[in-house]
């Protein structure tokens, strides 16, 4: 969902930065291939990740929820030489699919990529990680954080993508809504959490940034 205009939208993306070549042609085939296409960051998104990592340097990134690749790409943009990307994702038909592109950019021998559950996989890296991109399965937005909590330092960013959940985080709550109550429950520890600082940007779905003040 957008919380934009249309018109404001395209106004936006044509006054920002330049959708990158490859991450066109990701554009492109994931709209072709996928079936919930709208899961890609996509241009405008994409270049607001690509900034923030730009800003922060990181050495280490960590990803929950790769998809097609798009966002990891796009944070990369941002990494240290030296750096590495590790993107976590429980689909393996996307593998492949994934790999394709990380291997067509610049980047390829610097992403790493996990297949399974991210709980499970999370307390084996053995990495202090200075950037996180949540965008994964909402009912466990709390339990990433729980998890990635001890592997950030002061000053690390977290991002969490579709905070907003499609304006349903105002709306009357449906018992049976487990997706909008984790996300609920999510914002709420984000924004009282002592060791955290956080702003939502009104982004798409919504785009909260959280950074490590302790």
Same mark, same amino acid.
């Given at each position: 969902?957008?919380?934009?205009?249309?018109?404001?939208?395209?106004?936006?993306?044509?006054?920002?930065?330049?959708?990158?070549?490859?991450?066109?042609?990701?554009?492109?085939?994931?709209?072709?291939?996928?079936?919930?296409?709208?899961?890609?960051?996509?241009?405008?998104?994409?270049?607001?990740?690509?900034?923030?990592?730009?800003?922060?340097?990181?050495?280490?990134?960590?990803?929950?929820?790769?998809?097609?690749?798009?966002?990891?790409?796009?944070?990369?943009?941002?990494?240290?030489?030296?750096?590495?990307?590790?993107?976590?994702?429980?689909?393996?038909?996307?593998?492949?699919?994934?790999?394709?592109?990380?291997?067509?950019?610049?980047?390829?021998?610097?992403?790493?990529?996990?297949?399974?559950?991210?709980?499970?996989?999370?307390?084996?890296?053995?990495? +202090?990680?200075? *950037?996180?991109?949540?965008?994964?399965?909402? $009912?466990?937005? !709390?339990?990433?954080?729980?998890? %990635? #909590? &001890?592997?950030?330092?002061?000053?690390?960013?977290?991002?969490?993508?579709?905070?907003?959940?499609?304006?349903?985080?105002?709306?009357?709550?449906?018992?049976?809504?487990?997706? +909008?109550?984790? *996300?609920?429950?999510?914002?709420?520890?984000? $924004?009282?959490? !002592?060791?955290?600082?956080?702003? %939502? #940007? &009104?982004?798409?779905?919504?785009?909260?940034?959280?950074?490590?003040?302790?």
């Amino acid at each position: 969902m957008d919380f934009l205009p249309e018109k404001i939208n395209a106004y936006i993306e044509k006054h920002s930065q330049a959708e990158p070549e490859l991450l066109k042609k990701l554009n492109r085939e994931t709209w072709q291939k996928m079936i919930a296409p709208r899961m890609l960051s996509g241009h405008f998104q994409g270049r607001v990740l690509s900034m923030l990592s730009k800003l922060v340097q990181p050495n280490n990134i960590l990803e929950i929820g790769t998809y097609t690749g798009y966002s990891a790409l796009c944070l990369a943009e941002g990494m240290q030489e030296d750096g590495e990307l590790h993107t976590i994702d429980i689909n393996e038909e996307l593998f492949d699919f994934q790999r394709k592109y990380f291997d067509e950019s610049p980047f390829g021998k610097q992403i790493f990529q996990h297949l399974g559950n991210a709980l499970d996989i999370i307390p084996k890296l053995d990495k +202090t990680f200075d *950037l996180v991109f949540i965008d994964a399965d909402k $009912n466990n937005y !709390p339990n990433y954080l729980e998890i %990635i #909590l &001890p592997k950030l330092k002061k000053g690390s960013v977290i991002l969490s993508d579709n905070v907003l959940w499609s304006g349903k985080v105002i709306e009357d709550l449906k018992e049976d809504d487990e997706d +909008t109550k984790a *996300l609920l429950h999510y914002n709420k520890v984000l $924004n009282e959490h !002592p060791k955290l600082e956080t702003v %939502i #940007l &009104p982004i798409r779905d919504g785009l909260t940034i959280s950074r490590v003040i302790g």
